[in-house]
């Protein structure tokens, strides 16, 4: 117990000042993020509280610069198309992909969407800010539609359908697969992408980590075809990706997006604070630039969208009931229940998990994210890489340090982790 206050008294400590959060834009964010690029070099800054790091130093070199960097890059065109069962047997027929039947993204104009009292086009939600609701309209379809990666990898499972069981894709009724779609890249090919939701809308729920999703298989299978070992890719498993470029190996879970909106940092091992919404829009427009390899960047009104629309993202629970004494004594020091029960980052080494990913060589610090206990009962595996299994294991394990529990106080544990 002792050991367990004094942990919770570490992470308290890094928290000195509670951050802020995406939760809450205003029309002028909206506009500084869009026009400003000093603003977003700030933004960026303060985001990458770690500079060190290979992954912050890449976006620090590129971003926001006053010569340009990746603002010159070409705007990546909005036309998009879902990618069906039927499209797979023009690829294995070795044709090219058409994209006669794509659509635009609508991208609002500038007083639509920056709050002009004429009103959006879009219906807003009943009893929101207007323009509010106009982003998270749009941003629900980039979420959908925009492709965030392409690879060569996933042109190649795209035209085998055989495979797509073993890769966790889903088809739906009338042929389209999850998460993929069909787009023109840089030079004009029109290629397969990745979306959003192909990660994270497990069972069709948006904002649910994709935890049938196989990457890793299929990614083995493209190494396999080509003579390649594929050993340490098919060891990734189910619902955990390496969304890093580099050789280092450290797989992650993919996270559910629910409280993203009040998250003070974003990846398991915190490498982006978040010091408003403009820092989730950068996060999603440097992921997008690096995912299509430098050739393109997106339109940034998209991602404001995507950034309005994903800090909007929560679960439909009833009032979490009164936390248990072991609860108040052990856990709430770390998950705060007045933050959804998560709370900052905590140094990997006092934690009784595996410390691969807090000490990755290109984005990781040392530590790792106190996770929203909200809705936690639907969400396993648990932790940043899924090791454990339940929350039953997770606490048998002595969850945070290692340190047992008694059996009668896990039981009072357990209970309450099943009604947040
Ligand atoms: C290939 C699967 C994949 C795709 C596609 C993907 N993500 Fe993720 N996402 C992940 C993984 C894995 C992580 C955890 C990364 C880490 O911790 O280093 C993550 C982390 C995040 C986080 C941080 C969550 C947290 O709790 O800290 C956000 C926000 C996010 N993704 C949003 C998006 C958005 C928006 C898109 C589309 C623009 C997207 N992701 C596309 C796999 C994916
Ligand atoms: C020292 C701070 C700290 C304390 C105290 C603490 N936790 Fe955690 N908890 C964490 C961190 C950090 C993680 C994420 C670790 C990881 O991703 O590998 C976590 C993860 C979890 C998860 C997994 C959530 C998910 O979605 O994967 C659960 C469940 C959980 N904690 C419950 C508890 C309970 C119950 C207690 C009290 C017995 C407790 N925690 C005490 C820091 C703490």
Known sequence: MARALHLALRAALLSACAPPTGDAATPEEAARYLEDRAFRRETLEAALWRPDLPYSRSLLSSYGLPDGGWDRLPVQASRTAPFTRADADVLARGEALALDDAREIAVPSAPEVTGDPAGPAREPDPGADPAEATWRALGATVFDRLPMRGDAWLDWLAARPALWNDAGLSVDAVGRVRGLVRFADARGRVRVGLTCAGCHAGD??????????????????????????????????????????????????????????????????????????????????????????????????????????????????????????????????????????????????????????????????????????RGVSDNAPYLHDGAAPTLDALLAAGHPSGEAIPPAERAALLAFLNAL
Not at 227 to 250: H, K
Not at 271 to 285: D, H, K, M, N, Q
Request: glycine fraction near 12%; charge should be neutral; hydrophobic fraction near 40%.
């Open 204 to 373: 069709g729920v948006p904002g649910r980590g994709d935890r049938r999703l196989n990457l890793g298989r299929a990614r083995a299978l493209y190494a396999a075809a080509r003579g390649l070992d594929a050993t340490a890719l098919d060891a990734w498993g189910p619902g955990r990706v390496d969304v890093t470029d580099t050789d280092s190996d450290d797989p992650t879970a993919i996270p559910d997006l629910f409280h993203v909106g009040t998250a003070g940092w974003l990846n398991h091992s915190g490498v982006v604070r978040v010091v408003g919404r403009a820092t989730l829009a950068i996060r999603f427009e440097t992921q997008f630039v690096q995912g299509h390899l430098m050739q393109t960047r997106p339109e940034r009104r998209l991602m404001w969208a995507l950034a309005s629309y994903v800090a909007s993202l929560g679960i439909e629970a009833p009032p979490a009931p009164a936390p248990p004494p072991a609860f108040t004594a052990r856990c709430a020091g770390c998950h705060d229940p007045a933050r959804a029960y998560g709370g900052d980052l905590v140094a990997a080494e006092d934690l009784g998990v595996d410390a691969a990913v807090a000490r990755d060589p290109e984005r990781g610090t040392g530590h790792y994210k106190i996770p929203s206990l």
